[in-house]
């Protein structure tokens, strides 16, 4: 059974940046793609950033040229480098990954408030 966990998350003005980061329990390899998806209260569960194995990346409209993702195959890792981080981008924050089936972490928390 595959394993993610989350860290990283935490409360962050606005404007401010966190590095959040998904250790799998395999390795990362054997994934077609890793993403980070959010849920906000009351709303559904949507697409931040996905990261596929030849390393190509898509991102929401509403992060663009503000958050990074990347994934270290050696580490079995995948990170989200968030920057100007916006009250807007406060979120369960949950890591994901897909080969035929999919796999969820259980979320990280950000919170983005003055």
């Known amino acids: 059974q595959v394993q993610l966990v989350e860290s990283g998350g935490g409360l962050v003005q606005p404007g401010g940046s966190l590095t959040l980061s998904c250790a799998a329990s395999t390795s990362i390899r054997n994934f077609n793609a890793m993403a980070w998806y959010r849920q906000a209260p009351g709303k559904e569960r949507d697409l931040v950033a996905r990261v596929s194995s030849d390393g190509r990346t898509e991102y929401a409209d509403s992060v663009k040229g503000r958050f990074t993702i990347s994934r270290d195959n050696a580490e079995n890792t995948m990170t989200l480098q968030m920057n100007g981080l916006k009250p807007e981008d406060t979120a369960t924050y949950y890591c994901?990954?897909?080969?035929?089936?999919?796999?969820w972490g259980k979320g990280t928390l950000v919170t983005v408030s003055s």
């Open positions: 994901n990954a897909r080969r035929l089936v999919q796999w």
